[in-house]
């Protein structure tokens, strides 16, 4: 299974059991941005226990790895939890969005563009994985999060809010970040 079937076909599973999602991290990155390369699929899920069967039902253990006591334990949480297809080792980190006033806009937000020919998805919009980025640049995670930010600046500009951005990142304690960022793309 490709990158892109498996995206299909969690899209198709998503919206099948009534999720709203959005592909965020370095596929919507990519989307927006700079390809490089990844092996995994980043979505936000607004998963509630009565879709968890449902949804995983849709990863039978035969073709697909997922432990259902971290997804319920994810769901409580707000956190996160992994679809593996061992075949090709291609992974989905699954995150339950946060109910935070921040994490309920991004989703709010989020569009529907074209995934693959005669198919489309939901993708988190380009500030939002901008700021997703910074975050997890802050907590030290990979400096391909900010290479990611420059990315999508330099090739979706333009397009891309500026000001929701800067009033996110100030909100959220990323300015000083966000303003080291802008220094270097204007």
Do not use: C
């Not at 253990?61 to 291609?90: C, K, M, W």
């Not at 907590?139 to 500026?162: T, Y």
């Not at 000001?163 to 909100?171: H, L």
């Amino acid at each position: 299974m490709t990158q892109a079937e498996l995206l299909r076909h969690l899209v198709d599973a998503l919206e099948a059991v009534g999720v709203e999602y959005m592909i965020g991290g370095s596929q919507a990155s990519m989307y927006y941005g700079e390809p490089r390369l990844t092996r995994d699929v980043d979505v936000v899920v607004a998963l509630r226990p009565e879709h968890l069967t449902g949804f995983l039902a849709r990863f039978p253990a035969s073709e697909f790895y997922v432990d259902e006591a971290t997804a319920r334990e994810a769901l409580r949480t707000s956190g996160q939890f992994n679809i593996v297809h061992p075949g090709s080792g291609v992974k989905i980190d699954v995150y339950v969005n946060p109910d935070t006033p921040y994490d309920r806009t991004r989703l709010a937000r989020r569009q529907r563009l074209p995934l693959v020919p005669g198919a489309e998805a939901y993708f988190a919009r380009p500030e939002d994985v901008i700021l997703y980025k910074l975050l997890y640049s802050r907590q030290g995670e990979s400096d391909l999060h900010l290479r990611d930010v420059l990315g999508i600046l330099r090739v979706s500009g333009p397009e891309v809010d500026r000001g929701y951005i800067t009033e996110w990142a100030d909100r959220l304690g990323l300015g000083m970040i966000w303003e080291q960022i802008r220094k270097q793309v204007d």
